[in-house]
């Protein structure tokens, strides 16, 4: 499986961006999805999963209410709405497919994308 992020860019805070994640092959609709984010400095932190049908969907406490994850199997792409930035949203963010189970950890996702930076000024 190989994934491309799109969609990042520079934006004020309060304002919106959609991240979009491309995946290839004929797979993509058996697998969980995820996001992830690493900021400068900072380890790599789960963002948001999404379940092979869309039907389950966990956030980090950090973005919920914020940031919608979903996903269209029939273009094989996921979608990260991002409303309401805030500047420490500021980072590369990933999209990777799940491979070790339902999970918010890092190591249970393979097939990482490539990144794409967000950064939100004050």
């Known amino acids: 499986v190989q994934l491309q992020a799109s969609g990042g860019g520079l934006v004020q805070a309060g304002g919106s961006l959609r991240l979009s994640c491309v995946a290839s092959?004929?797979?993509?609709?058996?697998?969980?999805m995820g996001w992830f984010r690493q900021a400068p400095g900072k380890e790599r932190e789960f963002v948001a999963a999404?379940?092979?049908?869309?039907?389950?969907?966990v956030y980090a406490n950090s973005v919920k209410g914020r940031l919608t994850i979903s996903r269209d199997n029939a273009k094989n792409t996921m979608y990260l709405q991002m409303n309401s930035l805030k500047p420490e949203d500021t980072a590369v963010y990933y999209c990777?497919?799940?491979?070790?189970?339902?999970?918010?950890?890092?190591?249970?996702?393979?097939?990482w994308g490539q990144g794409t930076q967000v950064t939100v000024s004050s």
């Open positions: 092959g004929r797979t993509f609709k058996s697998y969980d």
């Open positions: 999404i379940s092979s049908s869309g039907s389950g969907i």
């Open positions: 990777t497919v799940n491979i070790g189970g339902w999970s918010t950890t890092a190591h249970e996702y393979g097939y």
